[in-house]
């Protein structure tokens, strides 16, 4: 535990001291969150109702999808995880290291905006902060699971690139982050519900905003066992390195991550219908 708490402190100290995980930790959510806020808020007044929980992903996932998968990647192709194997680190509790110090570089970030947005934007704040910090939790797990399962799968950091935006610029674009799921043609509003930022802004709303929601206590266990499924695949396709010939499953495996969004996208379907 003493030696998983000091790799813990390290890789939260890396987070802040490397040029790029701080940019995208910290320097590209706040960013975005300033300039989204001010452009946003004069073209859509709306976007000013959702904009702490839709920020607060948006900085989930600049960390989770943007920053991790890369770092895993450079990590096990430069040997840096065989040393790890050799010092009987388990491969469950290496990657366990970055899920956590992305979740909480993003709570972080989460607690500027909260407390930032209302005082600069006139942003709405959570009326319900437990449920708020519960949505954010099983938001983060699920996104930070799905980072990590793409720096174990992506051969190189070209490949992190593309794996990460299939699934950034789709929640950012679909996710209802910047316009509302209801807007959207039915088509692609199904659709949006393989996308974990679906359910966290119908989360949201329902169980901290005080909105309008479908089904938010759906919407957050789809999150907690899409993070879960991510994170077990994770683990069962960990390679120390790229000469690794010890995989214990083919990467195609990975696409059953998308297995509890599917499952909410049918039960979604099989309501309608009924």
Known sequence: ????????????????????????????????????????????????????????????????????PDTLVSARNAGVFRSFKINGVPAPSLLSIPVITSMLHALLVTVVIAVTAPLIFSGEAPVNWAGFLLVFLASAFALAGAGALIGVVAANTRSTVLLSQLVFLPSMILGGLMLPASILPPTLAQVALLLPTTHAMDAFAGLAMGQAATQPWWSLAILVAGGAVAFVLAVALFSWDPKNATRRAHPAWALLALAPYAAGLIASFSSAVN
């Open 1 to 68: 535990m003493k030696a998983f708490t000091m790799h813990l402190g390290f890789e939260l100290r890396v987070g802040i001291r490397n040029k790029t995980l701080m940019l995208m930790n910290y320097l590209f959510p706040l960013g975005g969150y300033l300039m989204f806020g001010a452009l946003l808020g004069e073209i859509n007044p709306g976007f000013l109702i959702t904009i702490v929980p839709a920020m607060s992903l948006f900085a989930i996932m600049s960390g989770a999808l943007l920053g991790m």
